[in-house]
């Protein structure tokens, strides 16, 4: 017993490969022989443990380069692109549209569209909302007019619904091009 008592102090001081020598075939032995299993058990599931942990921060850390990746992307294309998830909330605001629309995207992500836009622009993404739902298609392309704090946009909008691998819908992307200036040179 005393053997055991140690041999338990050094386990619980981080010594997993100490082991008792068996000395009887009797009840103590058993006792012995499964104290000698634990040591064993906790360094395995330590090695899994450490081994998890390890292809997790690699997972993470891969995760985290194709977030940043995808946002370089966005933040580059000379489109405006704001995508909001399947509840309406907005997760991505690019420079060309935060520029465009004139906000500052700190102050809209992670909100809902429904709280944060005017009516009439509401109204707009609703109703391309709807059209997908109602035509069934993945995405709509129109031409709209825009008013951005008094001042006209002619817009060519592209709103696409987000599906994962199981075709479940997982929001959507709005990409636009500004056409204004295109427009004026041909007129």
Same mark, same amino acid.
């Given at each position: 017993l005393e053997k055991l008592v140690l041999a338990t102090r050094r386990v619980t001081d981080g010594d997993l490969e100490f082991v008792i020598e068996r000395e009887s075939k009797d009840e103590m032995g058993l006792l012995v022989d499964s104290f000698n299993k634990m040591p064993l058990n906790l360094n395995t599931s330590n090695k899994k443990l450490a081994?998890?942990?390890?292809?997790l921060h690699k997972s993470s850390k891969e995760s985290e380069q194709r977030r940043r990746y995808t946002e370089t992307i966005l933040q580059n294309v000379s489109a405006g692109v704001i995508s909001l998830d399947d509840h309406g909330q907005i997760t991505t605001i690019n420079q060309v549209a935060e520029k465009l629309l004139r906000i500052d995207k700190s102050l809209f992500i992670g909100l809902n569209f429904r709280d944060v836009l005017p009516p009439y622009q509401i109204a707009i993404i609703i109703g391309f909302i709807e059209e997908l739902q109602i035509t069934g298609k993945i995405t709509i392309e129109q031409h709209i007019k825009l008013n951005v704090l008094?001042?006209?946009y002619? #817009? #060519?909008v592209n709103f696409t619904r987000l599906e994962d691998d199981q075709k479940k819908p997982i929001g959507f992307v709005i990409v636009f091009d500004n056409l204004t200036k295109l427009e004026k040179m041909q007129r």
């Open positions: 081994e998890t942990h390890t292809a008094g001042k006209y002619s #817009l #060519l």
